[in-house]
Nanobody, 115 residues
């Protein structure tokens, strides 16, 4: 079993920056891919970014050049650095991890972009 806990969400002004984190815990796990998804009010959950165990990354086009996913394998933590945020980035951000063929989700952290 893997537990994921997101943190770092909050209110940020348009054009500002925010970094959210997701810490994984549990016993006997070997996490491969980790990623971030988001869900805005009234919309479906969408993929934002993915990072493999070796550090390879992918980002959805709408955040390329603004958001960066990274991970610290020693801390079992994945990060999402969000720069130049826009009001349309407002959503609950969820962390996802794949471990031994199983998919795990965090509870989400709210990010609100507003002046």
């Amino acid at each position: 079993q893997v537990q994921l806990v997101e943190s770092g969400g909050g209110l940020v002004q348009p054009g500002g920056s925010l970094r959210i984190s997701c810490a994984a815990s549990g016993s006997g796990f070997g996490i491969s891919t980790m990623g971030w998804y988001r869900q805005a009010p009234g919309k479906q959950r969408e993929w934002v970014a993915t990072i493999g165990s070796g550090g390879s990354t992918n980002h959805v086009d709408s955040v390329k050049g603004r958001f960066t996913i990274s991970r610290d394998n020693a801390k079992n933590t994945v990060y999402l650095q969000m720069n130049s945020v826009k009001p349309e980035d407002t959503a609950v951000y969820f962390c996802k991890a794949v471990s031994l063929g199983e998919v795990y989700w965090g509870q989400g952290t709210q990010v609100t972009v507003s002046s």
